[in-house]
């Protein structure tokens, strides 16, 4: 076909930056209703602290992540939102590579979702400078943990929005099938069933251990401490296990 | 009479091609053996009822399907191997309304597709923003159907791509902003010299550009061709029959449609128009006229197509 002049392929650093400019549109309703809670959050705490109730005073602690650790399972579906990749849409009809192109869309989404971490502990610092609240001065690494925590979920949802055209059923069907789990727990039946599953979720190397730090101690599911080594093994084991099964469903999309 | 539809195009070079093209959805096939020829600057209209497996075609020339079987080659490129390449030359209009970013504006989802596409031009862009009336403030999940497609013809179009695929893109159109999309569409292809493969089954509104016809039915393409020849070979046949009249055995397999009232027979026959009305004359029946078929009444007989 010499005599059709070809156009050129996108170069990926013009995709990249597009793709993160669009994600942070994309989040921008997102943000703004965040935004707006810890608004009115701020507004309440100064209220309270100028009418005398002394006892207002926000900590501040690694801690204080793990919301974002939850919610961070959620935010792919935001970053994703009016595309169904399984239904070959907008965003496969691109001039990059499926695979690729996924990666860096959901990329994106994770840098802006550490990015809304680390402002929602600036947050929580300045309300607790603000406030004169307790501040945490346990080890250093553990300031890391939540980030860590907020990557492993982000990539596991990112994974899951990527593979079926209905994460959110599939989310509240593993929920749902959690609790009836431990609502059975005591059923001979269901009881290693429901171990294995608090195992692996709040075990010694459990997502428990890389979202806080603190790991069980001596199979104690109910008294922890905390362990940089153990917290350093669980977090690469889970960060391998959740950038493996992203890469599969970046470039395994379903057809549809 | 030997003559049956053509579903080989012998004149190339071609822009996108399939062989034995086959795509399975489970158990069902939605594609069977096509053999799809599009000639380059060619305006190929692809007809054929919903569920024919247009769309599914279309998407396979992207890249965005894997074939079962079959090859698929677009601008001399297998789209498995290099699809972004292909798709770097290809504007798409989607059958589906939703395509795009909802919560953007159009305005930013013109320049987010722009950054993918090194030879967009923004001045033709906003002509045709001017031309379809589409604002730029506007949010693109708050459009009309109508608004909605014109969007996606300028995305489609304002990289000037050699390769345009277009699914349905009258669809939602009222008749004025159709006609005028049209006439864009028909400076773009005389501007560029790209090629068109048009996806409709409301054939009678890419008429007057059409220059190739495809059909397709159950998955499989069944005839393909230029328009000229469909023009010169496919013909409507008026004629008086006696009372006692047993049809024209020897035109079995070439009546594409049979029609009419009393003694008056209007069948639409493939062939040499000599030939047939020979054919017609030998089984007694008198030839009144024979009258070349509408694009859109030639789609229809080859989609209604019993022997």
Redesign the interface.
């Given at each position: 076909?010499e005599?059709?002049?070809?156009?050129?392929?996108?170069?990926w650093t013009?995709?990249a930056?597009?793709q993160f400019?669009?994600v942070g549109?994309?989040l921008?309703?997102e943000a703004l209703v965040a935004a707006g809670f810890f608004g009115l959050l701020s507004v309440w705490i100064v209220y309270l602290n100028t009418y005398g109730f002394s006892d207002a005073k926000v900590p501040f602690s690694p801690e204080a992540g793990v919301p974002a650790v939850i919610l961070a399972l959620l935010v792919p579906m935001a970053v994703w939102?009016?595309?169904d990749p399984a239904?070959?849409?907008?965003h496969?009809?691109?001039?990059?590579?499926?695979g690729a192109h996924a990666v860096m869309r959901a990329l994106s989404g994770l840098v802006w979702t550490l990015g809304a971490t680390l402002a929602y502990f600036a947050w929580f610092g300045v309300a607790s400078a603000l406030t004169g609240g307790h501040v945490d001065h346990e080890a250093w690494w553990l300031w890391l943990t939540p980030f860590a925590g907020v990557a492993v979920t982000y990539l596991l949802g990112s994974a899951l929005t990527l593979v079926t055209a209905y994460p959110w059923r599939w989310m509240g069907g593993g929920m749902v099938a959690y609790l009836f789990l431990n609502a059975l727990r005591m059923a001979d039946g269901t009881r290693p069933l429901a171990e294995l599953v608090d195992g692996v979720l709040w075990g010694r190397y459990g997502i428990g251990t890389v979202a806080t730090g603190y790991s069980p101690v001596d199979g104690n599911r109910w008294a922890h401490h905390a362990n940089a080594s153990v917290w350093l093994l669980s977090t690469w084991l889970w960060l391998a296990v959740a950038i493996s099964v992203f890469l599969y469903a970046s470039y395994r999309q379903p057809?549809? | 009479m030997t003559s049956a539809l053509p579903v080989r195009i012998s004149a190339g070079?071609f822009?996108a091609t399939t062989q034995g093209l086959a795509k399975r959805?489970g158990r069902d096939f939605a594609l069977l053996g096509v053999e799809l020829q599009v000639p380059?600057g060619a305006v190929y209209v692809l007809v054929g009822p919903n569920g024919a497996g247009k769309t599914t075609t279309l998407?396979l020339l992207?890249g965005?399907?894997?074939p079962d079987a079959g090859s698929v080659r677009v601008?001399?490129m297998d789209p498995r191997a290099q699809?972004?390449?292909?798709?770097?030359?290809v504007g798409?209009v989607?059958e589906?309304g939703?395509?795009?970013?909802?919560?953007?504006t159009v305005g930013?989802l013109l320049e987010?597709h722009a950054?993918?596409?090194?030879?967009w031009d923004w001045q033709y862009a906003t002509r045709l923003a001017q031309a379809f009336d589409v604002g730029m403030e506007r949010r693109v999940?708050r459009l009309s159907k109508g608004v909605t497609r014109r969007v996606h013809l300028i995305l489609a179009m304002a990289?000037r791509?050699?390769l345009l695929l277009l699914d349905e893109p009258t669809d939602g159109l009222d008749p004025v902003m159709r006609d005028e999309t049209l006439g864009l569409l028909a400076e773009h292809v005389a501007d560029t010299g790209c090629t068109v493969l048009i996806s409709t089954h409301l054939v009678h509104e890419v008429d007057r550009l059409a220059d190739h016809l495809g059909v397709m039915q159950g998955g499989r393409l069944t005839a393909q061709l230029p328009r000229e020849v469909l023009h010169r070979n496919l013909r409507r046949y008026r004629a008086d029959v006696p009372a006692d009249w047993n049809g024209a055995p020897l035109l079995n397999g070439t009546v594409v449609k049979r029609g009419g009232v009393g003694r008056e027979i209007q069948w639409s026959v493939w062939g040499d128009e000599r030939e047939v009305a020979r054919l017609l004359a030998d089984s007694g029946a008198t030839v009144r006229d024979a009258a070349p078929l509408t694009l859109e009444d030639a789609a229809v007989a080859l989609l209604s197509r019993k022997d």
């Open positions: 076909m005599s059709v002049l070809l156009n050129p392929a996108p170069a013009a995709v930056r597009e400019r669009s549109v994309a921008r309703r939102k009016g595309e239904r070959r849409g907008y496969r009809a691109m001039p990059v590579n499926h057809e549809r | 070079p822009a959805f380059e998407k992207l965005l399907y894997a601008l001399d699809g972004p390449l292909v798709r770097a030359q798409y989607p589906r939703d395509w795009g970013y909802g919560y953007m930013r987010h950054a993918y596409f090194p030879r999940g990289h791509p050699p």
